[in-house]
């Protein structure tokens, strides 16, 4: 199931496209929108995101299941954040084309531990 979240705490469950685009258009200046996929049996955060930035441009990012997996990109035209948004809702396989996507994940991975740097009693 695909739900659009905005910054406002506004939600609709399966949007249409008209919907992803008018919640697009409505952000002001620090509001974001989120699109989700929530589907039985699929494992992880799937989702893409758009914050529209103070300096009018368009910051998206999007994570494919885990941390590892989670990208950026910016622009400065919102057509082009709506082809982004509308291409990942609708699973075309070329939505990310036109951007240069950034690997993020490492900001958002568990660091891994070792034996080694556990503090000894």
């Known amino acids: 199931m695909l739900i659009a979240t905005n910054g406002r705490g506004h939600v609709v469950k399966h949007p249409s496209k008209?919907?992803?685009?008018?919640?697009?258009?409505?952000?002001r200046q620090g509001d974001h929108l989120i699109l989700e996929r929530r589907d039985e049996g699929l494992e992880g955060d799937w989702y893409i995101q758009v914050l529209f930035r103070d300096d009018n441009t368009f910051q998206l990012e999007y994570r494919d299941g885990v941390a590892t997996e989670h990208y950026q990109t910016l622009t400065a035209s919102q057509e082009k954040a709506?082809?982004?948004?509308l291409g990942w809702a609708t699973g075309q396989p070329d939505w990310q084309e036109g951007?240069?996507?950034n690997n993020i994940g490492a900001m958002f991975a568990v660091?891994?531990?070792?034996?080694?740097?556990?503090?000894?009693?």
């Open 82 to 85: 709506g082809q982004a948004l």
């Open 18 to 27: 008209p919907t992803i685009g008018t919640m697009l258009a409505d952000l």
């Open 99 to 101: 951007f240069q996507w």
């Open 111 to 121: 660091p891994i531990i070792k034996a080694k740097d556990l503090p000894t009693a």
